[in-house]
C-alpha cells in the first residue's frame, strides 16, 4: 500500500519560514519524481516544485528563490524549504509521487500552510 504522509503545515507570520516533509513508504522512491502542490481557496491546484528521478529541479516563477525542494533517498522523504512567506503562499500543500511509465500517480493528505501579514 502507497502512502504519503506530510508533515504539520502551520500559521507563520509574513518573512517567516517553514520546512514541509513528505515520507513516503510501498514506493521504489529513488524512481519517482516527487512534486509538491498546492491549492488556496477557490483557486486550482498549483504546481509548486518538483524534483525529478535523476535530481533535477523546478520551481513555479511564484517561488523561485524563495522556495527549496530537496529529497533523502535513504529517508524516502521529498522536503520543501519555504523562506520569505507571503500571505499569497496560504494553501493546502500537496505531495504527488508521479512516474509515467507505467503511469502512475500518489498523493498525500494535504496540510495546511497559512501566512499571515
Known amino acids: 500500500q502507497v502512502q504519503l504522509v506530510e508533515s504539520e503545515g502551520g500559521l507563520v507570520q509574513a518573512g517567516g519560514s517553514l520546512r514541509l516533509s513528505c515520507a513516503a513508504s510501498?514506493?521504489?522512491?529513488?524512481?519517482?519524481?516527487m512534486h509538491w502542490y498546492r491549492q488556496a481557496p477557490g483557486k486550482e491546484r498549483e504546481l509548486v516544485a518538483t524534483?525529478?528521478?535523476?535530481?533535477?529541479?523546478n520551481y513555479a516563477d511564484s517561488v523561485k528563490g524563495r522556495f527549496t525542494i530537496s529529497r533523502d533517498i535513504a529517508k524516502k522523504t521529498v522536503y520543501l524549504q519555504m523562506n520569505n512567506l507571503k500571505p499569497d503562499d496560504t494553501a493546502v500543500y500537496y505531495c504527488?509521487?508521479?512516474?509515467?511509465?507505467?503511469?502512475?500517480?500518489?498523493w498525500g493528505q494535504g496540510t495546511q500552510v497559512t501566512v499571515s501579514s
Open positions: 510501498g514506493i521504489t522512491f529513488s524512481i519517482y519524481a
Open positions: 524534483i525529478s528521478s535523476g535530481g533535477s529541479t
Open positions: 504527488n509521487a508521479g512516474r509515467s511509465s507505467p503511469l502512475r500517480s500518489y
